[in-house]
Structures are given as C-alpha cells and as structure tokens.
C-alpha cells in the first residue's frame, strides 16, 4: 500500500510517496519521527495534521477510531450550503445550519491514501536539497504579441 504524503514547511508543500506501514495506528496531532515516514526524511520530526481515504472523505481529529462516521457539522470545513431565502446574499453559513456528512475518524488505517504531515522539527539538510525536482521555479507563459 502507498501513502502519498503532503509534508508543508514554511508555506511550501512537498509531495512523497512512501509505502512505509509504519504510520498505520497513528492519529492526527502526533508527532513522528521523519523516518517512519520515508528514509529520506531522517532527522525531521513531522505532525501528522490530516488525511483522506481512497473515496476522498476527510480524516476528523475530534472522531475516536478510523471507520466512517455520519456526523451532524454546525460551521467549519464542508459546510458551503447557501440559505433558500435571501437570493445572493453573500455568507459563508448562515445561522442555524446543519448538515449531516460523512467523515474518518483520527486514526490512519489500510484505507487511508493522503496524509498531511507539517514540520515541526527540521533535519541536517533542507527539503529543497532533499527533492530537487519539486524545487523548480515556475515558468512565465510566453506574452502574445499585441496587434
């Protein structure tokens, strides 16, 4: 099995992929050490900060397990229903919405395949030496003259 795995540092994201089962019984909000993760990660201490599973539904920190739950949400991520009344009325959630949606809870199963990890403690060599090829500057689109 393959995670693939979004660590952020700093306001940049880096993708892996690792089939390491090591994160498996793991929940969101613990700290790992980075080669648990992946082998070129030695010396980082990551956070686990999320996840999703093969369907595309989100991991919950505050959902004891790693089963799907249907859970009543009040405000917060997923909550973008606009009210009947009111026409273009621009709000994010209106008062008294609730709807009902589906989450995983906190804890990393077979099922998962998306972990988010945000470091916490950085290792002898940088991200941008560690994966070079994710490290590239975009490229300008080429202008159109003007007629």
Partial sequence: ?????????????????????????????????GSDAS??????????????????????????????????????????????????KKSSTFDGLRLRKTVRGNQISEKSIQINLAVTKSGSKPLAELFPEQNKPKEKKAEAPVQ
């Fill in 39 to 88: 082998d070129t990660l030695s010396g980082y201490t990551l956070k686990i900060t999320g996840g999703t599973d093969s369907s595309g539904f989100p991991h919950k920190g505050d959902i004891q397990g790693s089963e799907l739950k249907r859970v009543i949400l009040t405000k917060g991520w997923g909550m973008h229903k606009k009210p009947r009344k009111g026409g273009k």
């Fill in 1 to 33: 099995m393959v995670f693939k795995l979004n660590i952020s540092d700093k306001g940049k994201a880096w993708k892996i992929e690792s089939s390491n089962e090591s994160l498996i019984g793991k929940k969101i909000g613990e700290e790992i050490e």
